[in-house]
């Protein structure tokens, strides 16, 4: 059993920033891939950022310089930085861990909405 917990969202104006983090618990041996994807009102759900153990990234050409994706392998934890935050940023983001032997799991979710 894996447990993904999700912090940091809230409500933000447009130009400020949040940063997201969501810590992996229960049996965990190696997790390859983390990252955040992101479900706005209306949208179908879409993959915003990802790094591997190894450090390596990918970007949303949408949020490609904007936002900062970072894990710290020995918490099991990955962060998301957001800076320059747009209306259009508004969305429940949900935290993603892929373990070895392709096991996947999902947070709860949590809720940014980003004002005008």
């Known amino acids: 059993q894996v447990q993904l917990v999700e912090s940091g969202g809230g409500l933000v104006q447009a130009g400020g920033s949040l940063r997201l983090s969501c810590a992996a618990s229960g049996s965990i041996f190696s997790i390859n891939v983390m990252g955040w994807h992101r479900q706005a009102p209306g949208k179908q759900r879409e993959l915003v950022a990802t790094?591997?153990?190894?450090?390596?990234?990918t970007y949303a050409d949408s949020v490609k310089g904007q936002f900062t994706i970072s894990r710290d392998n020995a918490k099991n934890t990955v962060y998301l930085q957001m800076n320059s935050l747009k209306p259009e940023d508004t969305a429940v983001y949900y935290c993603?861990?892929?373990?070895?032997?392709?096991?996947?799991?999902w947070g709860q979710g949590t809720q940014v909405t980003v004002s005008s």
């Open positions: 790094i591997s153990s190894g450090g390596s990234t």
């Open positions: 993603y861990a892929k373990l070895s032997g392709n096991r996947g799991y």
